[in-house]
């Protein structure tokens, strides 16, 4: 009897939004036009990094991967949530849902991971303007870009894996918009004190551990910043805004949703209040449409391949 009801399980719930077909239908339409915005804006990142010859460097073959990255993180989820704010049915399929969480916290990870690499990037290019071309080659700067991709499969394939293996019983209903590790770990009617303790190894070795790089290296730039008294250092700053408004934001927005105090009522059920889905909407839907649009808006190169681009087509007319 208990293995049956460790096994009856086969399809999830996710409640995300439902009871307000009204806000339903709102979202429906806000998020159908962000992820246009992030398909347009991004895959516009990526085509000018590949044409323009002056963007053949570290830093904009790391931002074209940023793009990638966004594109097939939120066509991974974006669709599948539409649908359901138009369906009745809000099922998921267990196997559905382990790929889902799979490649979400695999897109997340390499999302960390690239973003220390760039700020090492930021780093060598500002402090070490001499050793850069040496440091950062082609033989350096894509297999690190390669080696992120690799370490956001890896640690999403280990976690997912312990995942899966859990017994879930009778609930399955998944307060969330997705299949999210930790909604999901949540269901298993067994100790998942095993499963915490590797997320926590992971979360310091590819989140906390790539803050550390990016605050370092920050911190080393803004040292030889203010030893340079020209306005030669402040282009040199505005060269690194745009990838640290973007630490801010991604890693601002992680710390507040998991370090944010919870209130009483939160801590005792299962129940998510609206705050915690307003952020993983956030994380996952805004972040992904605002990069291109900081790094365009911030960056003078980008702004210029971009007219360099629309100014080509049109004369091809």
Same mark, same amino acid.
């Given at each position: ?13 996710? %409640? ?15 998020? =159908? ?42 066509? #991974? ?10 369906? *009745? ?32 990037? /930021?780093?060598?290019?500002? !402090? ?9 080659? %082609? ?10 991709? +690799?370490? @956001?499969?890896? &640690?999403?394939?280990?976690? #997912? ?7 879930? !019983?009778?609930?399955?209903? +998944? &307060?969330?918009?997705? !299949? *999210? ?7 298993? !009617?067994?100790?998942?004190? @095993? &499963?915490?303790?590797?997320? $926590? ?7 906390? #551990? ?8 920050? +911190?080393?730039? +803004? ?9 030669? @250092? ?22 507040? %949703? ?6 009483? *009522? ?11 889905? $307003? ?19 911030? &960056? ?9 681009? =629309?100014? /080509? ?5």
């Amino acid at each position: 009897m208990e293995w049956e009801n460790q096994t009856i399980l086969v399809e999830f719930f996710l %409640k995300g939004l439902s009871g307000y077909p009204r806000l339903e239908l709102l979202f429906f339409v806000l998020i =159908l036009i962000m992820y246009v915005v992030i398909l347009l804006g991004n895959g516009t990142l990526i085509l000018i990094s590949i044409l323009d010859s002056h963007l053949h460097t570290p830093m904009y073959f790391f931002m074209g991967n940023l793009s990638f990255l966004d594109i097939c993180y939120t066509t #991974t989820s974006i669709p599948s949530t539409l649908v359901s704010f138009l369906s *009745e049915r809000k099922t998921i399929s267990f196997s559905s849902c382990a790929v889902r969480m799979f490649l979400g916290l695999a897109m997340g990870t390499t999302e960390c991971v690239l973003l220390g690499m760039m700020a090492f990037d /930021r780093y060598v290019a500002i !402090c070490n303007p001499l050793r850069y071309p040496v440091i950062m080659s %082609k033989d350096s700067f894509v297999p690190m870009a390669a080696g992120s991709w +690799i370490i @956001g499969v890896i &640690n999403s394939a280990v976690q #997912t894996v312990f995942v899966v293996q859990l017994p879930f !019983c009778r609930n399955n209903v +998944i &307060n969330h918009f997705s !299949c *999210e590790i930790l909604a999901v770990m949540k269901l298993a !009617c067994a100790d998942i004190a @095993g &499963n915490e303790f590797i997320m $926590l190894v992971a979360t310091t070795l590819f989140v906390l #551990t790539p803050l550390l790089l990016i605050i370092i290296s920050y +911190i080393l730039i +803004i040292v030889s910043i203010l030893k340079i008294r020209s306005s030669e @250092g402040r282009s040199k700053v505005s060269t690194c805004s745009a990838h640290l408004t973007m630490v801010i934001i991604f890693y601002g927005t992680i710390l507040f %949703k998991y370090m944010k105090p919870k209130s009483k *009522e939160t801590l005792n059920s299962d129940d998510l209040d609206a705050t915690d889905k $307003l952020i993983s909407m956030f994380y996952g839907v805004i972040i992904p449409m605002m990069n291109p649009l900081i790094y365009s808006l911030r &960056n003078k190169d980008v702004k210029e391949a971009v007219k360099h681009l =629309l100014r /080509r087509n049109v004369f091809n007319k």
